[in-house]
């Protein structure tokens, strides 16, 4: 996890580092306890205006959302409810006001000897948080689930969208009443008669988009918070034993984590989007930020339930850190609207007027050009007769055109990420995704033999290459994986299929099922060469097999999705001794590093289908039919809502594993990341648009009727390949609890 969290830029990541350190001097051996007193609340407020955050927002000045975010996750994390959230609010609305009492007031604040507290009252979207009315500049009214009232100085309040109220909270007119919520206290009703107030224009400052910050804010401190409760949660799970064993060694503890890591993963690289692109000044900021929270609302709660269900009984104790974290994950997620005011917002700019799409991502200077360079190439080569041709066959002969893999053979793109000394291109990850996107945007057929294309480049010998490779550039050649047996499927250890050195020849006997590629013109095949090695996976190793040599049954079966794989049978089937890639007995490396190599943008390529899919579908949603629209009904808004915040963070995965393999090769783990998170959503979304559909898109492909022939039911279908294929999400998420989290095996 530490090497996770290391993925922030240098200078957040020293403010998170010092506030840390700054944090466990001096607020942890305090206890931090849910009923932390107001005057505790002021000195640590204090103490933290030292550090420079009282400041952080400020116009013209350090930091912005990110280091905002970072201070919030600090403060979540350290289970410390300092009153950073209005501070930071304040200086976002009106720091830069030539006005006397805000310069004052900022003075003040910044110095440490104000401490604000604040409230969007009437602008709330809780219609339970209150209002006030202010006549001849005295404030009457009641406002709720006011945060740190109780040690703080003066209160913001929206009056309206354009004024701001400042109001002394030890002044005249002003109750402030303890509000016990979620078990916790720190939350007061401020109960104003005619209590002196002072008006703040807000200017040209959006108090909706004010609103929407301090909304990410709370939810940057729900992260720290359900983050440090799951890294609690995960060294208890190394060390508490039960049954002889410590309980992280058991399978279903394990999937659970995994499953709490892959959620946080998602929510921290949403809130850096966020804060990156406020920052830049990117208008999507705020799409992207309703996203975060429609998807944390969810998220991180699930976090906070599954880190109690470890805990089990101890965690009930209230001396315990966990209560503390639960507690602060659900009053932050619900705050402000909660996730049910993003997914109307959310639904708002996706369906209504028209609707606006899925943003495209930047993928930087040469990542962007490709992107238009590959769409221009598809419109004038995979277009008009050809394309129409290609699009009314039948789903299981639409997975391969080889005139299409011919022509694209010519651009070269086939070795788009390989290196210049073997034809490629030696393009980014941020190219390949533009390709990736592009390609599936276009709807164009699958190309090239990517994961044995790695094989042969990092474990082939000189001859292998230039004999293979090159066809495989040109797109004259498609390879398939001989992996999956009988006994065999996750568990390739286990495989029995052999291969007998003769002379100068290698003798293959034995099955492979589930391939896919069956009709390629080689079979890049995994035998057992040492039946007694010990481990066993020492005794594998990996041969190139031409589909045409004697010996070869090839009996293809339909899949439920309408492709087709194939039970593979070899009887002594002979191939040259060259064909072996890589050391005898030694397969399992070239085998794995292949894999590994490819793994980190495979839930990338997952996630970019399901985004178009998602494009297709809002337009149906869209459509009028029978003078009525889906995009009216509420429940349809609110999945629509849903899949588009599950559909970012898929592709945030894939950008960061793009990220990490432009510094080498995207470790394993969180290759697995990406593709159990897509890989499942590809599930979802499929049910989702039945759901939304109705029974018109569960006709088949071919059928009067059909929603873009079949297109909905078929991709729920073929969704099921996705968490089974290059290894079973189960696998995947062992590998995430055992490489990413340390637990035991």
Known sequence: MAAIEAAADDVTAMLRDSLRGFLDEHWRPHGATASSSPDEISAIWRKLVGQGVAALGTEGGEGGLAEIFVVMAELGRAGCPAPMWPAALANLVVAGSQIDVVVDLLERLHSGKAILAFSFGALDPDRATGSIGITDLKATGVLRFVEAAASATHLLVARDQSHLALIDLGGVGVECVA?????????????????????????????????????????????????????????????????????????????????????????????????????????????????????????????????????????????????????????????????????????????????????????????????????????????????????????????????????????????LGWPEQFGGQARSPLEQIAFMETMERGEAPRIGAAIQANALMMFGTSEQQQRYLPEILRGEAMHGMGYSEPQAGSDLVALRTSAVRDGDHWVINGQKIWTTTWWGKYMFLAARTDKDAKPPHAGISMFIVPMDAPGITTRPSSTMYDGTFANIFYDNVRIPAENLVGEVNGGWKVLTGALAFERGLVGGGIVLKVAHAFEQLRSHVMAKQGGRCLAENPIVRDKIATLASEIEIGRLLMMHCAELAADGVTPPEYGAISKVFSGELMERFGEAALDILGMRATLSEQMSGAIDNGRFEQNLRHSLMWVISIGTNEIQRSLIAQRALGLPK
């Open 179 to 415: 509000t016990r919520a979620m078990g916790a206290w720190g939350l007061c009703e401020v109960r104003l008669s005619a209590a002196p107030a002072t008006l703040i224009p807000v200017g040209a400052v959006s108090l909706d988009d004010l609103r929407l910050k301090g909304k990410v804010a709370l939810t940057a401190r729900a992260y720290g918070a359900a983050r440090r409760s799951f890294e609690l949660v995960v060294d208890y799970a190394r060390e508490r034993q039960q049954f002889g064993q410590p309980i992280g060694k058991f399978q279903a503890l394990q999937h659970k984590l995994a499953n709490c890591l892959i959620t946080l993963e998602g929510v921290r690289l949403i809130l850096d989007h966020v804060a990156g692109l406020h920052d830049r000044g990117d208008e999507d900021w705020r799409y992207f930020a309703d996203c975060a929270s429609v998807f944390s609302g969810h998220a991180l709660r699930q976090v906070s339930l599954e880190t109690q269900h470890t805990f089990g009984a101890i965690g009930y104790a209230e001396e315990h850190e966990a209560p503390i974290h639960f507690k602060r994950v659900h009053l932050d997620t619900i705050a402000l609207g909660g996730a049910s005011d993003a997914r109307r917002r959310l639904a708002a700019r996706l369906l209504d007027a028209g609707g606006a799409g899925l943003p495209q991502y930047d993928l930087g200077p040469a990542g962007n050009t490709f992107r238009d360079q590959v769409r221009l190439w598809l419109e004038q080569n995979w277009t008009g007769g050809a394309k129409q041709a290609f699009d009314e066959r039948p789903f299981a002969k639409r997975e391969f055109d080889a005139s299409f893999a011919r022509n694209i053979g010519d651009t070269g793109w086939i070795g």
